[in-house]
């Protein structure tokens, strides 16, 4: 669960806006900000940082992979 309120959005709008546009038909809002998040904490863990391009990139791999995932089971 995420700590935000409207007055304090996420460092990562931008990344949320564009991968929300991206994946729009394949995967909900909320999924898509789950993802971000996840990209967050996985990036700062791994590599100390998360600057919001790492961010984008691996959340957008996180996308695609569920989406291939949905795909399959049809």
């Known amino acids: 669960m995420s700590d935000r ?9 931008d990344v949320e806006t564009a991968l929300r546009d991206e ?15 996840a990209a967050h904490y996985g990036a700062l863990e791994v590599t100390g940082y998360a600057h919001a391009g790492l961010v984008e990139r691996i959340a957008r791999k996180h996308l695609h992979v569920l ?8």
């Not at 309120?5 to 709008?13: H, I, N």
């Not at 989406?67 to 049809?74: D, F, N, P």
């Open 5 to 13: 309120t409207e007055a304090d959005p996420s460092p990562y709008a």
């Open 23 to 37: 994946f729009a038909g394949v995967h909900s809002a909320t999924t898509v900000t789950r993802c971000v998040e």
């Open 67 to 74: 989406a291939l995932v949905a795909s399959e089971r049809g």
